[in-house]
């Protein structure tokens, strides 16, 4: 027996166990076997106080025969608890198909999820009646067919609310990381925007920046933008240092910029660092030229960014808990637009990205180079206008935009935050909702058997009420399909996944639509289940009582007309 979520296999046995436990109250008590006098008095009174004796006691008759056959076959289906239901026949399983075969993602046994609900779960089997038993049964491989159905792919909104939320809980790790910003991205990009706008060594940069980009075909104008810059990485006078020894006013980009201070983890280089005797003898860090800093092996801040930086690994099914979040982030980017789409370089750029957007460093707004920085700033200093932080911030919308129409782009972006929130909210708490409801039907199930008197009417309302919220699961397979899909179509380029800033219109009205079918199909499928549930209660109620005998009573109390 398959169900939506991990949570359902929990509330599922929760919720049946319930029904054991009130079945045996109600037998103790009595209460079990009131629907059986109450039909019996019913079919009684009623000829009786509209006939004549004789045909009075005929039509009685027919009508308890009737009910009594109608009410056993009730009890005996749908209420006794008869067929076992053991944890490992419970199961959680997720499938879709590929190249013609299903594959099946999850397939985990009640007893061992291997979620914190075992400890819960308990080891006590439990009884369910034969046509709950059956019709959960059967939903089972409908819903299991349905979601089969469907090609196999990867989970696009959870991802894209991943790299949303990326976060960091080295606190060491941050603070090194807001130093690189300010003592390295900073001075190099107010180098390079001077240099843009025609300032010293203009010439130099735009040369540069050109043959660059006509060798580096996998990066665009935006690089500049971006902390970790393959372009300053890679061109003499920014992050990259060209010669500790030389004049740096007489070289065309200068030296290169160093760590302002000591970083913890660096050794000291005697050829780098320019030390005291004291520094020395205390053993004081070194402080790595940028280019190092940032991509030294395991010791660089892009590595360690990478391997820290931390996800909801609850929202992602499938979600390895042996490789690091950035390691199962690409694995989902790669599952989706395909391993030859991408470079390794730049799936650590868009990641990185990502979480800068999610946690800026602290700017310090000015910049004083270091003596030794060779900088060329006559001006000893650089103000960090709005277009800076805003590149900072968003490196691929600051190559294109200014200050004022970026400020309008982080506006409008931080008013549609919310928005994206509310949605994977909405998509992570359905299946929740799902299994609750579903528990408290199963808890309830016996006490509306009763005060409905076991009639078929109720059994078949009731069966397709537990149809109907069970098959939710495909209808949202179907939701999250199309919305996977859609995306890949209308956004060929994974680098739109996650910003706040680079969306377009027709995306977020997407959204919107593929949000709302979440809440509106499974709605719709409830009223056509009703519709015909009450159709197909009034065949059965005709079938099994006659067209002119009303076999069982409408509920307690009541007079059994119509």
Sequence with gaps: MNVGSFLEIYTTMFGWTFYNTLYGLFNVTGILYLPFLMVLYKNWRDPYLSQDDKPAAVTSQR????????????????????QPLGLNEVRYRTACTDGGGIVTDTDVAGGTTGTTYDDRLGSADTRIPIIWWLALSISSGLNHAATSSFSCFEDIKGLDQQ??????????????????ANECFLPAKSKFMRAMRGGERHAYVTNS?????????????????FIGSHFYLETDGFYKWFDKSANCAALPGGCGLQAEKPVPGWPYVVARDNYSAADIAAGTPG???????????????????????????ETIPDWDDTRTAFE?????????????????????????????ESD??????????????????????????????????????????????LATGLVVAKEFAGFYTMMFVIKSA?????????????????????VSEYDVDSVITALFLILAIRFFTPL??????????LFLAMFPDATWLGSDVTFAFERLLLDMVLTVLYIVAPLLLLYLMQMAGQNIARVGDAGMGGSKIEAVGKGVGGSGRR
């Design 63 to 82: 009508r308890m025969t009737w009910g009594v056959i109608s009410i056993t076959m009730v009890f005996s289906l749908a209420v006794l608890p008869f």
């Design 163 to 180: 790299l949303r939320n990326l976060t960091l809980r080295d606190d060491a790790l941050r603070e090194e990381y807001f130093r690189f």
């Design 209 to 225: 920046l050109a043959s660059w980009l006509v060798i580096n075909t996998d990066y665009d104008a935006s690089d500049p933008y």
């Design 287 to 313: 402080r790595p030229f940028c280019d190092e800093w940032w991509t030294d092996g395991a010791r660089g801040l892009e590595s360690k960014l990478l391997n820290s930086i931390e996800a909801s690994r």
């Design 328 to 356: 199962n982030i690409v694995d989902m980017i790669i599952g989706a637009w395909g391993a030859a789409t991408y470079t390794p370089d730049q799936l650590e750029d868009l990641v990185i990205k990502r979480y800068i």
């Design 360 to 405: 800026p460093p602290e700017m310090t707004g000015r910049w004083s180079p270091p003596p030794s920085s060779g900088s060329g700033n006559s001006a000893g200093e650089i103000a960090l206008g709005a277009a800076g932080v805003g590149a900072i911030l968003f490196p691929a919308a600051g190559a294109a935009v200014g200050g004022a129409a």
């Design 430 to 450: 359905a299946p929740m909702l799902q299994a609750v409801l579903l528990m408290m039907i199963y808890c309830l199930l016996l006490i509306y058997l009763v």
């Design 476 to 485: 949202w397979a179907m939701a999250d399909y199309l919305d996977a899909q």
